[in-house]
């Protein structure tokens, strides 16, 4: 079972649909043979993207995922490494950050890919995606510099994440984006509902989703996670697949051709989620699952 294969883009970039997200991996306390292994591991299952941010782990795993592609440098050539920046934490790893804050700027911009190339031990980018919309960011000025990281070379496609409709078309209109990064799940629906997933649409730019099991949230015991699991459940008994694989075919079943990040470091939770690719689950199972979650059938 292998991820099939999605254009952000006419022209590019080409991701796996089912993205490893790698955020987590410095509480995985993983050796760097071992975090090679996890991207063998994910290749195998034709998982090639790899999500990244500059933030994530203190300002750390991006180091960690660069030590490990070191070990088989050979490997870049098959990989897509997405990375985020315009978060500014307060950690020791930033003495200088006061306060959490957001970084829209040139110059901030510039740092941060060249200290991601760096750590990523990569010559490229194949994504780079704004991570929060900030109420200073000037559009202009980020193009411009987009622009200049596309010329170098140092980066080949530009993207957001957690964009409402107008702060995508405000930036859009001054530099092309392919993707916008968003939480969906049947416990988080208000992309279905607020104009981000028809925007999608509109402009041709599949949105990747972060938290497609709800953070965990979906295995809890609050009335809206029962319902959604015994829907989710009902609908995994008659395909013979996971709980965990029909909550991503759900997902997948929007037409603006969601790109679900998983968040584990086991292989067999990755699995699960390319399982979802090969199921296209109908309008009646799709809406079961959204009415268990909104605890009402549709108006």
Known sequence: MISPRIHLDPNGPELSRIVAGAWRMADWQWSPQQRLDWIRGCLDLGVTTFDHADIYGGYTVEALFGEALALQ?????????????????TTPNRPEHR????????????????????QLHSDWIDLLLIHRPSPLMDPDEIAEAFERLRQSGKVR?????????????????RTPLVTNQIELSPLHRAPLHD????????????????SALGGGRLFGD????????????????????AIETAAYAWILRHPSRPLPLTGSQRIDAIRAAVAATTLNMDEQDWFA???????????
């Open 99 to 118: 306060v959490k804050h957001y970084r829209t700027s040139r110059a901030h911009i510039f740092a941060s890919v060249d200290a991601s190339l760096k």
């Open 73 to 89: 440098p050979g490997l870049r050539n098959r990989i897509e490494l997405v990375t985020k920046t315009g978060i500014a934490l």
């Open 289 to 299: 699952i959204w009415e268990a979650a909104a605890g009402h059938e549709v108006p």
């Open 222 to 241: 609050a009335p809206d996670a029962q319902r959604v699991r015994a829907a989710l459940g009902s609908y995994a008994q008659q395909h013979g697949v």
């Open 157 to 173: 496609a530009f993207g957001v994440s957690n964009f409402t409709p107008a702060q995508f078309a405000m930036l859009n209109a």
């Open 195 to 210: 104009g981000t997933l028809d925007q999608a649409i509109a402009l041709g730019t599949p949105p990747m989703i972060w």
